[in-house]
C-alpha cells in the first residue's frame, strides 16, 4: 500500500542546491524500493513537482501506444516525461537540485515542501503562503456560493 506524501516541511537549501528531502518523504520512496525521487517544473504554479520514479513510468504505461499520440499524450511527454529528472539522495537523505528547476520555483536559502498525496511540491515559502490564502479565499468564496444558492451538497 502506498504511504502518502503528507504535511508542509521547510528545508534549507544549501550553496550547491541541495535540499534534506523530509524523513516521512524518504520513508515513502524507501518503502517502495526508490533511492531518489523525481523532479519536473510544475505546471499548475511556480515550484517544483515531485514524486518517485514509479509515478513516472506508470504515468508512460497509460499513455497510448500509438504511431500518433494524442494531444494529451504529446503534451504529457513533452511537458512531464521530457523535463522530469531523478535525483538520487546522498547519504544523508539530500538531493541536488536542478538550477533550473531552483530558477523556475524562485527558490533561495529555503525550499517548502508541500504533501500532495502521491506526489509532492517544492515552494519557495513565501509564494506558498501566498497560494494558500489565494486557495482559501477560493473555497471560501465557493462555499459562501453554495451556501446562498442552497447547493450545499456534501461530497
Known amino acids: 500500500m502506498l504511504k502518502a506524501f503528507i504535511g508542509t516541511f521547510v528545508n534549507k537549501i ?19 524500493g526508490l533511492t531518489g525521487v523525481a523532479l519536473f517544473p510544475s505546471l499548475t504554479g511556480a515550484c517544483i513537482e515531485g514524486c518517485g520514479l514509479d509515478r513516472i ?14 494531444v494529451d499524450d504529446d503534451a504529457i511527454a513533452h511537458l512531464i516525461v521530457g523535463s522530469a529528472r531523478e535525483t538520487p539522495f546522498d547519504a544523508g537523505g539530500r538531493i541536488v537540485l536542478p538550477e533550473d528547476f531552483i530558477a523556475k520555483a524562485n527558490l533561495t536559502d529555503k525550499g517548502a515542501f508541500v504533501g500532495k498525496g502521491r506526489t509532492f511540491q ?10 494558500q490564502d489565494a486557495l482559501m479565499q477560493r473555497v471560501l468564496a465557493g462555499r459562501k456560493a453554495q451556501m446562498s444558492t442552497g447547493k450545499d451538497e456534501a461530497r
Open 14 to 32: 544549501d550553496a550547491k542546491g541541495r535540499i534534506s528531502v523530509p524523513a516521512p518523504f524518504r520513508t515513502s520512496l524507501q518503502a517502495r
Open 57 to 70: 513510468e506508470a504515468l508512460v504505461e497509460s499513455m497510448h501506444d500509438a504511431p500518433l499520440p494524442s
Open 122 to 131: 517544492i515552494w519557495e515559502p513565501g509564494a506558498l503562503a501566498k497560494t
